[in-house]
């Protein structure tokens, strides 16, 4: 644990009058959820479906084979038993206290606004927003869950596709404009659990201005102009955080 940089950490946080934490998945780790790229991550794994998961969460794929997407979609992606952790957690906490902190996540799992924050941008969508494709009518994961493997709409008939970005779809233009706004305006931005490769999402970043930015991830980002990068656990270093507070 390097105590050090994490002390740095904890009094840019106190310091901060506008903080935004851009996270990526390797902030739901801990909470039982895969990654995408790491050694363990699931594009690693071995495809049950004769073609590589990557490929499956394309908006070409989905529209090739939607009964192989919606399978590998209610495995994978939709995760019941997660829970928030310490991370997920302790960002809440400090927007209860009244810090001015904007999450800007690249999960669509939910788990920010399951811990209690209210500022939250989620970049790629949730598992709990669906919208029927021909007349748009809503359906809660809840409904998903009851119906077939894909998901037909009660009303019209048309398709229920989960409320995600998928590769080759344009991310939700009020979310990109949510994101920026709070990234210019910002005076501390934490990067946690991204590899900061997919596109367009990496290129927010360089709507930040100041020097204050520090990272919490495992593998190294070598990113210019950051204070401080902290590869370990991110619900840990949070963790630690918190402790150090309560002292």
Known sequence: MELEKIKLLNDAI??????????????????????????EGLY?????????????????????DKDTFFKFYREFMINLDAKPNYAHKYLAKLEKEGKDITIITQNIDGLHTLA??????????????????????????EDILKLDNVPICSKCGGVIKPDVTLYEEALNESAITKAIIAI???????????????????????????????VINKENLSLNNVKAEIND?????????DELNSK
Do not use: M
């Not at 106190?14 to 050694?39: M, P, Q, W, Y």
């Not at 949730?126 to 007349?135: A, D």
């Open 14 to 39: 106190k310091n901060a009058k506008s903080i935004v934490f851009f996270g990526g998945a390797g902030v739901s780790t801990e909470s039982g959820i895969k990654d995408f790229r790491s050694k």
């Open 44 to 64: 690693n794994l071995k495809s049950k479906y004769g073609v590589e998961y990557e490929t499956i969460l394309s908006r070409g794929y989905y529209e090739y």
């Open 116 to 141: 209690g924050s209210k500022n939250v941008v989620e970049l790629h969508g949730s598992i709990y927003r669906n919208y029927c494709e021909k007349c748009a009518k809503f359906y809660t994961l």
């Open 184 to 214: 210019e305006r910002a005076d501390l931005l934490i990067i946690a659990g991204t590899s900061l490769r997919v596109y367009p999402a990496n290129g927010l970043i360089r709507y930040f201005f100041g020097d204050n930015i520090f």
């Open 233 to 241: 656990n991110i619900a840990e270093v949070f963790k630690v955080i």
